[in-house]
Nanobody, 125 residues
Framework: HVQLVESGGGLVQPGGSLRLSCAAS????????MGWIRQAPGKEREGVVA???????TYAVSVKGRFAASRDNAKNALYLQMNSLEPEDTATYYC????????????????????WGQGTQVTVS
């Protein structure tokens, strides 16, 4: 089992930046694929980025060019640098991971992720 804990959310003005962090613990050996998923009030969960252990990424169109994901495998950590934030980015952001190994890590479907953190709130206003 994998435990995920997010941090770094908060309130920011439009155009501002935030950096989210996620600390993973437990058996992460199969979690080649990790990602960030967000959920805005009244909306379904939306995949933001998927990132493999080699650092390769797949971004949602809505954040491409503004957000950058990275991971430190030695520290079991995942990061999301969010720039040029817009009110539409307001949501609870979840760190998530697969429970099974796959070399392909390009799906943004929330249903593909098995482990989830508790979420961190990002408000752009």
């Amino acid at each position: 089992h994998v435990q995920l804990v997010e941090s770094g959310g908060g309130l920011v003005q439009p155009g501002g930046s935030l950096r989210l962090s996620c600390a993973a613990s437990g058996d992460t050996s199969n979690s080649n694929c990790m990602g960030w998923i967000r959920q805005a009030p009244g909306k379904e969960r939306e995949g933001v980025v998927a990132i493999a252990s080699d650092g390769s990424t797949t971004y949602a169109v809505s954040v491409k060019g503004r957000f950058a994901a990275s991971r430190d495998n030695a520290k079991n950590a995942l990061y999301l640098q969010m720039n040029s934030l817009e009110p539409e980015d307001t949501a609870t952001y979840y760190c998530a991971a697969y429970s099974w190994y796959t070399p392909r890590c390009n799906s943004l479907r929330p249903a593909d992720f098995d482990y989830w953190g508790q979420g961190t709130q990002v408000t752009v206003s």
